[in-house]
């Protein structure tokens, strides 16, 4: 992508070829996009949940009807196979709003809790209020689905948003835009800022209510210092370098194929690709030759029947290889792949899928997050060594574990600092939206997905209702009397075995001295 003149030309990194220029969003235009938000959010907050939801459903139609389409733009736009386009960023998003259909009106309707017996008499609700203006900043690796869930979960909670896809895949945010006027949505409802990093700072200097942020540790890291001066409650989902443990009797066949795809999917930008495999030194080397001969059939390019696209992001390339370079430079063996000076990127950028031996974690491979079609594969020994390794990460997103015996699986897993854990397979917590999505450690501030998703976007607001028949409690003035009976009544209250006769009888003792005059 080039700036020129005003006007961003926009490059395929699949071909190399002009795919596409654009205008990106004046700065000076950021006042009165949060303006048009604040205004729009009194009206589309006062919509029953019902009616927002018919926007929503509005919307998954038209984007069935044009999946093909999408498909063809986000793989045109990142460089993936059009079938990772449909299967990991199309349908994901589509099943969430079906899910957000389903459950949002029971997850966001005022909810009755418990009432204690100490306030016996009134009811208690938990009401979820939205919070207002939601800003969402969206990276270009999923550039569909990690935009529109979270706008998604914001619009229906009954915010409005104002979402910055990333600068470096233009076209689905672009396209995702017209989405949304297609489907009708209210003006101002949610909003869209196409432009570089500057009119990301400059959209979260705006005080929005609330921001959620997918990218980089270094950029959440910023965009939390300047919410955390302002108070304003985020999400933040960052990176991951995600460890695959495979056990002597896993398996193997389905190991190795799950760490083909865990690793190379989308050319290993994910941040939950796998980024490091441990396997039980026994079955090692059968492990990593099958691995070898699996990874060599393995098709690279940009047809239907491809398996591996090329990389997205120039700078991404860069970071790869530095990576890559340092390990060689330490030791590592290129099992598959080739160094970087081989690399035939030029304007395209395609990197070989690239397997490594003889790796340890001195090496930035091993340490830190790659984002890109490498594997590292390390013997182990015990599972206390490789529990150790596994969490020797700043990261902690994702992390699966490899075996036919499900209570070594358990105990192995209930040691992993990470966000989620799967068992024989890898990568698939993300589509499954009841269940939470977020890390530990560096990898990330808060939940989302499913009902979580949904609840983040709103203020929980407690409320207790009383029928205000009576006069005054027991606990309000005047005090006279009452410290001997409070101190026994919560004395036969907490004790080990409550007295309810004695308790009873203070509580109506307190209830008569609350009735009566003061003592002159």
């Known amino acids: 992508m080039e700036k020129i003149q005003g006007k961003w030309d926009v490059y395929s990194p699949a071909t190399g070829e002009k795919i596409a220029e654009f205008v990106p969003t004046p700065l000076t235009s950021i006042p009165d996009i949060y303006k048009k938000s604040r205004y729009a959010f009194k009206a589309w907050s006062s919509l029953p949940i019902k009616e927002r939801l018919l926007y929503l459903k509005r919307l998954r139609l038209l984007m069935v009807e044009k999946m093909d389409e999408i498909a063809e733009v986000i793989s045109k736009d990142t460089g993936k196979v059009k079938i990772e386009a449909l299967v990991a960023d199309i349908m994901p998003t589509i099943d969430a709003i079906k899910h957000i259909e389903k459950h949002a009106v029971k997850a966001l309707s005022g909810q009755r809790v418990s009432t204690p017996l100490m306030l016996i008499g009134k009811k208690s609700y938990v009401h979820f209020m939205p919070r207002g203006t939601v800003l969402v900043i969206s990276p270009w690796n999923y550039p569909l689905q990690l935009s529109m869930v979270p706008i998604l979960n914001a619009l229906a909670a009954g915010n409005t948003v104002i979402a910055k896809p990333s600068e470096v895949t233009p076209l689905v945010g672009l396209y995702i835009d017209n989405l949304f006027h297609e489907a009708g949505f209210p003006e101002g409802t949610i909003q869209f800022a196409h432009g570089g990093k500057e009119l990301g700072a400059a959209l979260t200097e705006q005080k929005p209510d609330y921001i959620f942020f997918t990218g980089s540790v270094r950029t959440g890291k910023m965009i939390g210092e300047v919410a ?255 410290y001997p009976r409070f101190l026994s009544l919560f004395q036969n209250y907490f004790s080990g075995k409550p007295n309810w006769i004695r308790f009873g009888k203070e509580y109506l003792q307190l209830i008569k001295l609350s009735k009566g005059k003061r003592r002159g």
Request: aromatic fraction near 8%; charged fraction near 20%; include cysteine.
């Open 228 to 482: 955390a001066k302002q108070l304003i409650p985020t999400t933040l989902e960052l990176g991951g370098k995600d460890p695959m443990i495979v056990l002597c009797d896993a398996n193997l066949e389905r190991a190795v194929n799950g760490a083909l795809w865990g690793a190379f999917t989308n050319s290993g930008q994910v941040c939950m690709s796998v980024e490091r495999v441990y396997v039980e030194r026994s079955v090692y080397k059968e492990f990593l030759t099958m691995l070898k001969e699996k990874a060599k059939s393995m098709r690279q390019g940009i047809q239907l029947n491809d398996d591996i696209g090329s990389m997205t992001f120039p700078a991404q390339v860069d970071i790869v290889a530095g990576h890559l370079e340092d390990a060689l430079n330490k030791g590592a063996i290129l099992e598959t792949g080739t160094s970087p000076k081989e690399w035939r990127t030029g304007q395209t950028h395609f990197i070989p899928p690239t397997i490594l031996s003889n790796v340890d974690h001195s090496m930035k491979i091993m340490k830190e997050e790659t984002f890109g079609p490498v594997l590292p594969v390390v013997p182990f020994d015990t599972e206390e060594q490789v529990i150790a390794l596994a969490n020797e990460s700043e990261y902690g997103l994702n992390s699966s574990v490899w075996t036919m015996d499900r209570e070594k699986a358990s105990r192995i897993a209930s040691q992993l600092v990470t966000g989620a854990v799967t068992i024989n397979d890898v990568l698939i917590t993300v589509a499954n939206h009841h269940l939470p999505f977020g890390g530990a450690k560096q990898s990330g501030i808060g939940r989302y997905h499913g009902e979580h998703g949904l609840k983040i976007f709103c203020h929980e607001k407690a409320i207790m209702i009383d029928k205000g028949k009576k006069n005054t409690e027991i606990q309000w003035y005047p005090y006279d009397g009452k």
